[in-house]
Nanobody, 116 residues
Framework: QVQLVESGGGLVQPGGSLRLSCAAS????????MGWYRQAPGKQRELVAT???????NYSDSLKGRFTISRDNAVNTVYLQMNSLKPEDTAVYYC??????????WGQGTQVTVSS
């Protein structure tokens, strides 16, 4: 059974930064793609970024350049560094384990609020 626990969310002012972490437990996680998604109130969940086991990354075009995904396979953790945050980045951010393009496990989510 895979468990994903996100942390690092919170309230930040516009222009600020946050680093989200997702600690994963379970077998063979290092071989899977992991990702971050987000869901704003009243909107559908959307892709933020994914990172394959070998480190290849994929980003939402609208977020490329401000957000950076990384992973440390030694500790089964994936990170999301978010810079130059905007109010429209306010959402619940979810960690995922993916098989190909399909999400097979979700974390419980962590709230990010960008507001002055």
């Amino acid at each position: 059974q895979v468990q994903l626990v996100e942390s690092g969310g919170g309230l930040v002012q516009p222009g600020g930064s946050l680093r989200l972490s997702c600690a994963a437990s379970g077998p063979f996680l290092s071989i899977y793609t992991m990702g971050w998604y987000r869901q704003a109130p009243g909107k559908q969940r959307e892709l933020v970024a994914t990172i394959a086991s070998g480190g290849r990354t994929n980003y939402s075009d609208s977020l490329k350049g401000r957000f950076t995904i990384s992973r440390d396979n030694a500790v089964n953790t994936v990170y999301l560094q978010m810079n130059s945050l905007k109010p429209e980045d306010t959402a619940v951010y979810y960690c995922s384990v993916n098989r190909g393009s399909r999400v097979i496990y979700w974390g419980q989510g962590t709230q990010v609020t960008v507001s002055s």
